[in-house]
């Protein structure tokens, strides 16, 4: 038992001393350091759903819009740092799957290059899409609906959404047959405040 007083005064040191080298938050509200590691929505925020966290590089990203060159030339151009993502599945609630995505760049002006880019391509380059102003999304949200097409009984609503912070962006792309406007608000309140 005298043992254990000792150990855990160490890691109450070390810890605060980690705390002290730790880098100090950026000025223009982006992830210290800038281009740092990405904020991705935690797999507890989905209860019932399996998950996967994986890290995403420009490959990536362009291999899921229509104009790929497009994308790579704005995201070298923006200073694309670096992606992490969350990607959801099954469960009975309303979303069949889910996309959580955080995005870094060197600057948050680059970020929000990003999301302009997103707000005018994203109905075309990504998914099918009409943008929408639910009420109650935080500012800066742009939002993005997918409405099922009668002729496929595959099609399911769906919805994207991209927001900056700082030198980052969050972005959720999410699906199923029970997904509406209501619980996709919900869950970019939850991702938003992970930030």
């Known amino acids: ?3 254990t007083a000792p150990s855990i005064a160490l890691v109450l040191a070390l810890c605060a001393l ?3 080298a730790a ?5 223009d509200g982006g992830t210290p350091g800038g281009g740092g590691r990405a904020v991705v929505l935690p797999a507890s925020a989905l209860p019932g759903m399996t998950s ?3 890290s995403v590089d420009v ?3 362009t291999t899921e819009v229509t104009h790929p060159e497009e994308l790579r030339g704005l995201l070298e151009e923006a200073g694309f740092s670096s992606a992490e993502q969350r990607s959801f599945g099954g469960g009975t609630g309303a979303f069949s799957r889910v996309l959580a995505r955080g995005l870094t760049f060197d600057s948050s002006a680059g970020a ?3 999301v302009a880019w997103f707000a005018e391509n994203a109905h075309e380059e990504i998914l099918t899409s009409r943008r929408i102003s639910p009420a109650d999304v935080p500012s800066g949200v742009v939002v993005f609906r997918h409405r099922p097409d009668a002729c496929c ?3 399911v609503p769906a919805y994207m959404a991209a927001w900056q912070h700082g030198s980052s962006v969050l972005y ?3 699906g199923g047959r029970r997904a509406n406007t209501r619980t996709f608000v919900e869950l970019i309140e939850t991702y938003d405040r992970e930030v």
Do not use: I, Q
Not at 23 to 27: Q, S, V
């Open 1 to 3: 038992m005298a043992r």
């Open 52 to 54: 996967d966290r994986s």
């Open 153 to 155: 009984h595959n099609d």
């Open 59 to 61: 490959d990536g990203l």
């Open 112 to 114: 929000a290059s990003y």
């Open 18 to 20: 980690a705390g002290c």
């Open 172 to 174: 959720l792309h999410v």
């Open 23 to 27: 880098d100090p938050a950026p000025a």
